[in-house]
């Protein structure tokens, strides 16, 4: 059960990247005002990118301690660091690079690893050493950042694949047959043990999903799913995706 779920509205696809920057901010001000480290995961796609150009353009004035976040990511494509299709090279390019970031903080999963399960099991080692548990024992992030496909997809937890019935595994690699490739992902346990997720959704072609997320509870649709334990989930929409609820 959800213990909170805000949900913010915002007139345009940029107003709503700069609410999502307002909150990222706060939580992990937050976060530190009361533990030395913020671990945080983040996400790739495209509507993440213009809330990670409003993080960077403040960075150099801004008063976040990025040295003490510890950064992961939600979810990678099997392709290179370097390459157009990777979310952290997206992410590395827009945001890491103009940040005074601890390089020594940023963990990459190595999606494009000839053995991506060994390469997902090493991911899954490192959160369970450095991210505290919660509650249940899951190392419980201070924030997970994610986006959603218009197949209502989120991190690479796509419909109607297995890892979706994951209860064991923190981070897997999986299949995704719609796209004919691998992925690595974090499962629905390590996203819903966070302390805070924040579901940044914009486009009048993702209305009709939002819609059977949240005011029809489809579990279908992967989004449906996102259901932090013990803890708050921050939605943030522009008018058009949130035309229907």
């Known amino acids: 059960m959800i213990e909170t779920k805000r949900m913010i509205v915002e007139p345009t696809p940029e107003q ?7 909150i990222f901010k706060s939580i992990v001000l937050e976060t530190l005002r009361q533990r030395d480290v913020c671990h945080l995961a983040l ?16 960075a150099l004035g801004d008063n976040v301690p990025w040295s003490k976040v510890e950064v992961y990511f939600g979810d990678e494509r099997d392709v290179p660091q370097d390459d157009v299709e990777s979310n952290f090279g997206m992410a590395q390019k827009v945001l890491l690079d103009n940040t005074p970031i601890d ?6 999963m190595r999606a494009d690893a000839k053995d ?18 919660g509650p249940e024992g899951i190392p419980q992030f201070d924030l997970v950042m994610l986006g959603m496909g218009g197949d209502g997809h989120v991190a690479s937890l796509f419909p109607h694949t297995e890892i979706l019935a994951e209860t064991q595994r923190l981070v897997a690699a999986c299949h995704v047959p719609v796209l004919g490739r691998n992925r690595m992902t974090f499962s629905f346990p390590l996203i819903n043990a966070a302390r805070n997720i924040l579901l940044l959704v914009t486009g009048d ?22 259901d932090p334990r013990h803890g708050t989930m921050h939605v943030v929409l522009d008018t058009a995706a949130a035309r229907l609820v």
Do not use: C, Q
Request: aromatic residues 6%.
């Open 16 to 22: 709503a990247a700069a609410k999502a920057a307002d």
């Open 43 to 58: 996400s790739g796609g495209t509507t993440p990118r213009s809330m990670y150009h409003h993080l960077a353009n403040r």
């Open 103 to 108: 390089w020594s903080r940023v963990h990459a």
């Open 116 to 133: 991506i399960d060994s390469a997902a099991r090493e991911y899954e080692a490192t959160i369970r050493h450095l991210v505290p548990a």
């Open 205 to 226: 072609d993702k209305a009709e999903v939002i819609e059977r997320v949240f005011k029809h509870g489809d579990r279908e649709l992967p989004a449906a799913r996102v």
